[in-house]
């Protein structure tokens, strides 16, 4: 595959011009906290904004009937961008809600009960850990775990205990937002599938960055947020296989999920407006399918390879500098685009201090993965990530950053 164009592609990304207080030029490495937004996506909000807004499913006006279809576009769009069927597809909130959505509905009679367990990984951003906690909680319902080996995978020689006749759920994010590691999702949902277990993968780092197709993957159910993707904020996606989330109870309920409404009781739609209650994100929605419209004109696939080139220059140069550890793998095999790390003697906000002051923006503490932090044995690490508009001079700028903090503080 040929090389993204960073240069075409930084021109679509006004922000990524600013100049920051301290009088250097932004180098933007937090994009697995939120990307930035292109040209491409604004228009499209504003469009819908500007010529066709009114609430969806209602009204017999033309333009709710164009409000509908851009966000069933919308709809088909994701749907074909991780290989879905299109009424397989949830618009949420992000990532977080559609975790919880299925955690909930499981346990309100969605078939999770005292005795049966749930399992998940030592690496989990708290969206895939605390829903399932409070699920247990509930219901009597216990939950185990995959450790993790020392050079950041998922340890899985325990599978055959963890993975058991009476385990439901398997809930697993796809890459690490912290390690950077890809799991082998499949291979763990085979096993899952022979004991008649569902499997939930958090793709919250994974579509963004990579090819990702849900029948290949072997899910059940998939999540992911929109901002992580070049889209507006307050707009995710749930994946489900259509049969289960057939057998799933609604989680919020009220308007446009309903079919039939009495004073005592109600009947609710099939999927996916069954999961849909009230007016949902419209301009959101039409943002996101405006980003995936932008990154299939990428091609997924250089976006990738992409990554791994500056994952790859990053990992070198980072491991050259004497007192730098990354927390996570070594090499860019099975790994995404993030990269975490500690300087010894220097505490992650000091760097992130002295990173900030040059312009390079990362993210520094526990990531959301408070378990994780406490299994390496740090209480928070230095996080820089990449995405579609950042290039080799900005991950050289950050090891040249990373070397200003240690003579800083030396
Ligand atoms: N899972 C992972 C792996 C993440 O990185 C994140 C965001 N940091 C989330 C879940 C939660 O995403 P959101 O806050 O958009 O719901």
């Known amino acids: 595959a040929s090389r993204l164009d960073t240069g075409k592609i930084r021109a679509d990304f006004p922000i990524l011009r600013r100049v920051l207080r301290s009088g250097a030029p932004l180098i933007y490495l937090d994009s697995a906290a939120t ?55 949830v618009f949420t909130k992000n990532a977080t809600e ?27 951003h708290h969206a895939n850990l605390v829903p399932w906690q409070e699920l247990a909680r509930r219901t009597g319902a216990t939950l185990e775990w995959f450790p993790l080996t020392d050079d950041g995978r998922l340890d899985l020689s325990g599978i055959d205990e963890l993975i058991t006749e ?28 022979r004991v008649g277990a569902r499997v939930l993968v958090d793709a919250a ?14 899910a059940d159910f998939l999540v992911f947020s929109g901002h992580k993707m070049l889209a507006p904020g307050g707009i995710g996606v749930l994946w489900g296989r259509y049969e289960l989330l057939g057998e799933l109870p609604p989680f919020l309920t009220g308007g446009s999920m309903i079919e039939i409404v009495t004073m005592d009781r109600s009947t609710y739609l099939p999927p ?31 976006v990738k390879l992409h990554e791994d080139e500056l994952t790859a220059l990053a990992l070198d140069l980072l491991s050259e500098i004497p007192g730098v550890g ?10 995404g685009s993030t990269v975490a790390f500690t ?5 992650p906000h000091d760097v992130g201090q002295v990173l900030d002051d040059q312009g390079v923006a990362v993210r520094v503490g526990h990531h959301c993965a408070r378990p994780l932090m406490r299994r390496y ?27 200003a903090a240690q003579k800083y503080f030396a």
């Open 35 to 89: 990307t930035q937004k292109p040209l491409q996506v604004l228009d499209a909000e504003r469009d819908f904004y500007l010529n066709h807004n009114a609430a969806v499913h209602r009204g017999a006006h033309q333009l709710a009937e164009e409000a509908t279809e851009a966000y069933e576009d919308a709809r088909v769009a994701v749907a074909a961008f991780i290989g879905a069927r299109q009424d397989e597809v």
């Open 98 to 124: 559609g975790i919880n959505l299925v955690a909930y509905a499981l346990g309100n009679g969605g078939g999770i009960g005292a005795g049966d367990k749930i399992v998940v990984t030592e690496m989990e």
């Open 166 to 193: 009476n385990t439901v759920m398997v809930a697993l994010t796809h890459q690490s937002n912290v390690l950077g590691t890809v799991n082998p999702v499949r291979a763990i949902a085979d096993r899952a599938h």
């Open 205 to 218: 780092q994974s579509v963004p960055h990579r090819p990702v197709d849900v029948a290949e993957l072997g």
């Open 272 to 302: 996916p407006q069954r999961f849909e209650a009230g007016v949902p994100m419209t301009a959101q929605a039409v943002g996101l399918g405006a980003a995936v419209r932008y990154l299939e004109g990428l091609g997924m696939d250089r």
């Open 326 to 335: 990354i927390i996570g793998p070594s090499g860019t095999e099975d790994r």
């Open 343 to 347: 300087v010894d003697g220097i505490h």
């Open 377 to 403: 044995g740090v209480p928070a690490t230095t996080r820089a990530s990449f995405y579609v508009y950042n290039t080799a001079e900005e991950v050289e700028a950050l090891a040249r950053g990373v070397r």
